[in-house]
């Protein structure tokens, strides 16, 4: 039994790897019953995913900054002329 649901004992499988859970360790998530090994490999994975989004953010961060303003003295002069 997890929560409010009940399952067959040869029904409580790791929706992974297909093992059953034999021990009362498990991880029961939104995507389905996990064993723990087969769940801390999906966490971890989800991390360097995050953890890659993160850099590409970083970098496209960076790479805007990097832009150098006009240098004043490569901007020719204006040339004003007075309305009339």
Partial sequence: MTGDDSYHAHCFKCRSCHNRI????????SHGIYCMKCHHQRV?????HAQKQKERENAGREAKSHVHPIKEELVPPAVCTPFF
């Fill in 22 to 29: 034999d021990e009362l360790m498990f991880a029961k998530t």
């Fill in 44 to 48: 971890a994975r989800s991390r360097r």
